[in-house]
């Protein structure tokens, strides 16, 4: 339900919806995703690009809701304090001067053999454990056999979610911000959770396709998040470019303590 209150300043929800980091990696995770992303040479980390979408991110997550832990902040810190250096004039460079990008750098490789050796015990460090096969479509003659699906990381989801609510918010009213919807985490939970179990399956942009508002938009994510979180859905796609998909996984997640 909603409520138009005429004069008034943007409005809470009743209930703030707090979705915490646990969810994620951690900021060391993050800075591989967008060195990986950018497609850089860890050992030439491009510092002021990487730390400008870093903090990007962060300040999504705030308008998300979702709490950022400390050592996410703490990395912040430490980029911008090695920008400033690498940003400082050096007239006599000593063969000795270490880079200021180095235990960045050889903490980032500590990590990457962690995550590898995660990634092979628990088939990947993603939202969903598992490769699923798409059968063959009847209906579609062109598909003539199995789709391997895989799981989407889950940097790659917040990221596909700015682009869309990007795109999206533009199109909305300015008095839509003074617009808020009386609902929960756990009704909006429930609802995400019907509408993708009703057909087994929903592209990502299809789910937020009804959203009214920015609100709505946002509560809609989170709630998606803490699906994947509970095992409640597997959210994959057949390659790095092509449409992530929300897979139904089964009764027995939803509300599992």
Same mark, same amino acid.
């Given at each position: 339900?909603?409520?138009?209150?005429?004069?008034?300043?943007?409005?809470?929800?009743?209930?703030?919806? $707090? #979705?915490?980091?646990? =969810?994620?990696?951690?900021?060391?995770?993050? !800075? @591989?995703?967008?060195?990986?992303?950018? &497609?850089? +040479?860890?050992?030439?980390?491009?510092?002021?690009?990487?730390?400008?979408?870093?903090?990007?991110?962060?300040?999504?997550?705030?308008?998300?809701?979702?709490?950022?832990?400390?050592?996410?902040? $703490? #990395?912040?810190?430490? =980029?911008?304090?090695?920008?400033?250096?690498? !940003? @400082?004039?050096?007239?006599?460079?000593? &063969?000795? +001067?270490?880079?200021?990008?180095?235990?960045?750098?050889?903490?980032?490789?500590?990590?990457?053999?962690?995550?590898?050796?995660?990634?092979?015990?628990?088939?990947?460090?993603?939202?969903?454990?598992?490769?699923?096969?798409?059968?063959?479509?009847?209906?579609?003659?062109?598909?003539?056999?199995?789709?391997?699906?895989?799981?989407?990381?889950?940097?790659?989801?917040?990221?596909?979610?700015?682009?869309?609510?990007?795109?999206?918010?533009?199109?909305?009213?300015?008095?839509?911000?003074?617009?808020?919807?009386?609902?929960?985490?756990?009704?909006?939970?429930?609802?995400?959770?019907?509408?993708?179990?009703?057909?087994?399956?929903?592209?990502?942009?299809?789910?937020?396709?009804?959203?009214?508002?920015?609100?709505?938009?946002?509560?809609?994510?989170?709630?998606?998040?803490?699906?994947?979180?509970?095992?409640?859905?597997?959210?994959?796609?057949?390659?790095?470019?092509?449409?992530?998909?929300?897979?139904?996984?089964?009764?027995?997640?939803?509300?599992?303590?």
């Amino acid at each position: 339900m909603k409520n138009q209150i005429p004069g008034a300043g943007p409005l809470e929800p009743k209930e703030p919806c $707090v #979705i915490r980091t646990h =969810l994620f990696e951690g900021p060391l995770d993050l !800075l @591989l995703h967008l060195i990986k992303k950018n &497609e850089m +040479d860890i050992y030439d980390i491009k510092v002021a690009a990487i730390t400008e979408q870093y903090i990007e991110y962060l300040e999504l997550m705030k308008e998300l809701n979702l709490e950022v832990a400390g050592d996410y902040l $703490v #990395i912040a810190a430490e =980029l911008s304090l090695i920008k400033s250096k690498m !940003l @400082l004039p050096k007239p006599v460079i000593e &063969e000795d +001067d270490e880079d200021p990008r180095a235990e960045l750098v050889k903490r980032l490789l500590e990590y990457q053999v962690y995550k590898d050796a995660a990634s092979d015990l628990l088939e990947g460090d993603v939202l969903g454990r598992d490769v699923f096969k798409r059968e063959p479509d009847t209906q579609d003659p062109g598909i003539e056999e199995e789709v391997e699906l895989v799981p989407v990381n889950l940097w790659s989801l917040i990221e596909a979610f700015r682009e869309f609510y990007d795109r999206r918010k533009e199109l909305w009213a300015e008095d839509l911000a003074y617009i808020t919807e009386e609902i929960t985490i756990e009704e909006k939970i429930e609802h995400v959770l019907n509408r993708i179990r009703a057909s087994g399956e929903i592209k990502f942009e299809r789910l937020f396709a009804e959203c009214e508002s920015k609100f709505d938009l946002v509560i809609t994510f989170l709630s998606l998040l803490e699906l994947a979180r509970m095992d409640s859905v597997h959210i994959v796609r057949e390659s790095p470019d092509s449409s992530i998909i929300i897979v139904y996984a089964g009764d027995n997640h939803f509300g599992a303590s």
